[in-house]
């Protein structure tokens, strides 16, 4: 065969591709596992932030064994669900979609219980949209189930120096000691307030300048999540 022929040219382009494609394919299959790890590890690591606890990567697992003592799951109507199933495993946006499918009586929440220093924490994972994408986190309140004892933010493509400002320690350091009930003890979450929040409210905290549609996703994320475990609270304060 003429080396110098369209022929010869599509034969070894195609052969490249087809030896290339399937390099690629051996590659994410033997890496897969390693990448679960990584995502299991990162997944630990935030929830040990939101309760200000650090750990190094290769001793994430044992850490969070040490400090995460208890895991829940819940239903949609806050009662605990007994079996096999693991809440850390649980894919909280699908289990949020399933409202748009008409199944929200099927919706499975996680709830981690935390035991530090002698007292007990309640870490609940929260999603929502910021302006570009997808925005999560987790929020941990103290032992009274009201007062947020701090938070972790994450995002996938806000803005930098805007939007991905939530996943900096000086806006999660905001959250620290505020309410999500009222004094009457009406559940209202935690805002995020567009020019600032008072320095006697308890329930907001200061917006990110120039990122307003971040700053309302992050409220809306808090409420909207929130309001799922507020039944499991209210049964627990009032046992």
Known sequence: MDKDSN???????????????????????SLAPYQAKNIRIEKMKNILTSVSVTAETNETEQIFKQFINQQIVLNSKGEEVKGSIVAFDIDLKKELDK?????????????????????????????????????????????????????????????PGL?????????????????????AGNFVSVSVIKGGASSTDTHGVDAISGATITSKGVSEMLKRTLDNYIPYFKSRKSS
Not at 7 to 13: D, G, M, Q, R, Y
Not at 128 to 147: A, H, R, V
């Open 7 to 29: 022929k010869a040219t599509f034969l070894f382009s195609s052969g490249m591709v087809i030896v290339v494609a399937i390099m690629l394919s051996v590659a994410a299959i």
């Open 99 to 159: 409202i748009k499918l008409g199944q929200a009586d099927k919706q499975l929440f996680p709830l981690f219980i935390c035991h530090k220093e002698g007292k007990t924490f309640y870490i609940i994972p929260v999603r929502g949209k910021g302006l570009w994408g997808p925005i999560w986190g987790y929020l941990s309140l103290e032992g009274d189930m009201n007062t947020v004892y701090g938070a972790s933010f994450g995002h996938k493509s806000e803005t």
């Open 163 to 183: 939007g991905a400002e939530i996943e900096t320690a000086n806006f999660q350091q905001e959250f620290i000691g505020k309410k999500i009930f009222d004094e």
